[in-house]
């Protein structure tokens, strides 16, 4: 049968590199010349300052969270008062719009391409929503605690804050995780850029323990102690997550990672056979 050229787009790519089924010890597609070693190549744009941001990008949501999870329900009923049944369905909303949010955020993010790429604009808005509900919450802000204040107002408080901070928490986890696909093709670096953010997230857990240990040793003040712990990591948070946002830029480094890694490919392979490997993916 006379072979066709939608049977050579079913080729295997591992053909071209080990042989034409012709010729089986000779490669089809000679690799360029001047290429010492192919493997070093590189295959993304960043530069150390691009990796320091990168691995600082979740570490503001990683503060907060090591606070959340160990400290609010104690806040809410020994600190602002609320009764038992409140104080779960404060952590019972925050907890449902965080199992919503998160997979229509990566659906989103996937399907909506914006002037500043995919997966930034989430992490813009989830860095505008968490800050501010982090600090409604653990700030005891005296128009929601005053005396006067209904309990009603401040149930329901109590109840959408966590909620709300829980969609920001969840669209700045989903962008930071996702990105790192865009930007680099290199598995090498891909493993330093996310070893490298899960290794600050111990580190955060570490700095709101050892912080929170201080001011609870030092401060009998309830309330000015989580006001303190608070205020620490929102502002190493903010000074965190500005730097990553100021950094990368997506559209851009996407771009060059692209670039790069066609470049990659036809020095691996030859630029026939990524021709083939394109047209393949078209196809799937």
């Known amino acids: 049968m006379e072979e066709t050229p939608s049977s050579n787009i079913n080729t295997k790519l591992s053909d071209y ?28 744009g960043l530069e150390t300052k691009h990796v320091i941001a990168y691995s600082i990008s979740h570490f503001a949501n990683d503060l907060c969270a090591a606070q959340w999870f160990v400290y609010l329900s104690w806040y809410i009923k020994k600190v602002v008062g609320l009764d038992a049944n409140t104080t779960g369905l404060c952590l019972l909303s925050g907890q449902i719009a965080d199992g919503i949010t998160t997979p229509i955020v990566g659906i989103l993010s996937d399907k909506i391409d914006t002037r500043w790429g995919k997966r930034m604009p989430w992490f813009y808005f989830g860095f505008i929503v968490v800050i501010p509900c982090f600090a409604g919450i653990f700030l005891y802000p005296p128009w929601v605690n005053g005396e006067d204040v209904s309990e009603g107002f401040r149930n329901a408080w109590y109840i959408t804050l966590p909620a709300l901070f829980n969609v920001g928490w969840a669209s700045v986890q989903i962008s930071s995780m996702s990105i790192v696909n865009q930007l680099t ?3 090498r670096q891909r493993d330093t850029l996310s070893n490298n953010r899960n290794g600050l997230t111990y580190a955060a857990n570490i700095t709101v323990l050892a912080v929170a240990l ?41 771009r060059e990672a692209t670039r790069l890694d066609k470049e990659y490919k036809i020095a691996k392979l030859g630029e026939e056979a990524l021709e083939i490997e394109e047209e393949n993916r078209k196809s799937e």
């Open 17 to 44: 590199s080990s042989g034409s089924p012709a010729n089986p010890g000779q490669p089809m597609f000679e690799r360029p010349s001047g290429v010492f070693d192919v493997d070093k190549m590189k295959r993304d």
């Open 214 to 254: 201080v001011l609870f040793l030092k401060i009998t003040d309830e309330v000015q102690q989580f006001q303190i712990l608070c205020g620490t990591c929102l502002s190493l948070g903010f000074c965190t997550s500005m730097f990553y946002m100021c950094t990368v830029n997506e559209i851009k480094l996407s």
């Open 185 to 187: 093709y290199s598995n």
